[in-house]
T-cell receptor, first 115, second 116 residues
Framework: AQSVTQLGSHVSVSEGALVLLRCNYS??????LFWYVQYPNQGLQLLLK??????LVKGINGFEAEFKKSETSFHLTKPSAHMSDAAEYFC?????????????FGSGTQLTVLP | DARVTQTPRHKVTEMGQEVTMRCQPI?????VFWYRQTMMQGLELLAY????????DSGMPKDRFSAEMPDATLATLKIQPSEPRDSAVYFC??????????????FGPGTRLTVL
């Protein structure tokens, strides 16, 4: 079984400040990890994904995440927050080589960007 | 710009009524997922299909929910009879090959269901 824990259901940062959203996973087999973003009244959109290539993954809108096996973490960062980054962010995990491609989502982190 | 479409976007109905939600996956995608999102439970996988065949519907209440893919361009999720606890946003997502788990799931905009 696999699971994802997102620490902090709400995170507030000032515009221009560092964004750090935390995600820890549990998986009995090598995982693939994803970050999705959800804007109000919209579906989820992929930000980035780790699929066992480079451990530092760059995504859209200036976001990146680093896979750390020793810490079972996949935290999402952005050097400088923008007002348009305000949204809910979901970390998700699936098993590597899982032909079923089932994603298990975390509970989400609502990011607020303060002017 | 290919995208997943869902209809209706909003549905308000009374308890006991039948509800049908529709999804058009991205053309060429062979896997379709149905998710439900609520404040209390977050995002839950209800069911998914590959090449129109149901692979797993263990997340779905069997007595009232049913999911089908009549053809490759249409997936349906039906609730009969509906109950207030079914109020949620229902998302459809589709994914292309290959089958190694690296491909992205593309989400539709969701159907917001309110059961009174």
């Amino acid at each position: 079984a696999q699971s994802v824990t997102q620490l902090g259901s709400h995170v507030s940062v000032s515009e221009g400040a560092l964004v750090l959203l935390r995600c820890n996973y549990s998986s009995s087999v090598p995982p693939y990890l994803f970050w999705y973003v959800q804007y109000p009244n919209q579906g989820l959109q992929l930000l980035l994904k780790y699929t066992s290539a480079a451990t530092l993954v760059k995504g859209i809108n200036g976001f990146e995440a680093e896979f750390k096996k020793s810490e079972t973490s996949f935290h999402l960062t952005k050097p400088s927050a923008h007002m348009s980054d305000a949204a809910e962010y979901f970390c998700a995990v699936t098993r590597a080589h899982d032909s079923a491609r089932q994603l298990t989502f975390g509970s989400g982190t609502q990011l607020t960007v303060l002017p | 710009d290919a995208r997943v479409t869902q209809t209706p976007r909003h549905k308000v109905t009374e308890m006991g009524q039948e509800v049908t939600m529709r999804c058009q996956p991205i053309l060429g995608h062979n896997t379709v997922f149905w998710y439900r999102q609520t404040m209390m439970q977050g995002l839950e996988l209800l069911a998914y299909f590959r090449n129109r065949a149901p692979l797993d519907d263990s997340g779905m209440p069997k007595d009232r929910f049913s999911a089908e893919m009549p053809d490759a361009t249409l997936a349906t999720l039906k609730i009969q009879p509906s109950e207030p606890r079914d109020s949620a946003v229902y998302f459809c997502a589709s994914a292309p090959g290959p089958t190694d788990g690296t491909d992205t799931q593309y989400f539709g905009p969701g159907t917001r269901l309110t059961v009174l």
